[in-house]
Nanobody, 124 residues
């Protein structure tokens, strides 16, 4: 499976961005759990939000609850991350990841495929 993120950029605090992740190859996209991770400079990679292949399990980090929303379009083999009320601490490289027939895990080791990342910068 190949994953390509897009939609990153610079935004002022309080603003919004929408990230996209396009998948190709592999099994039918609906069979994959999907997630967005991020890594800020000097920090460990963390899970932002995840969605099970069935859509029945969702994880969101406390720091983004109420602000970030993950969604998927299986027909387009795509995952999205809607980010609103953004804060400077949201500045990071954002990665999408998928795992076959899995739950929406927050552990990066659970994911099989990763995108190359897209950078997001939030200024105060």
């Amino acid at each position: 499976v190949q994953l390509v993120e897009s939609g990153g950029g610079s935004v002022q605090a309080g603003g919004s961005l929408r990230l996209s992740c396009a998948a190709s190859g592999g099994a039918r996209f609906s069979a994959y759990a999907v997630a967005w991770f991020r890594q800020a400079p000097g920090k460990e990679r963390e899970c932002v939000t995840a969605l099970s292949w069935s859509g029945g399990n969702t994880y969101s980090a406390d720091s983004v609850k109420g602000r970030f929303t993950i969604s998927r379009d299986n027909a387009k083999s795509a995952v999205y991350l809607e980010m609103s009320t953004m804060k400077p601490e949201d500045t990071a490289t954002y990665y999408c990841a998928v795992r076959y027939l899995g739950r929406g895990s927050a552990e990066d080791g659970d994911y099989d495929y990763w995108g190359q990342g897209t950078q997001v910068a939030v200024s105060s």
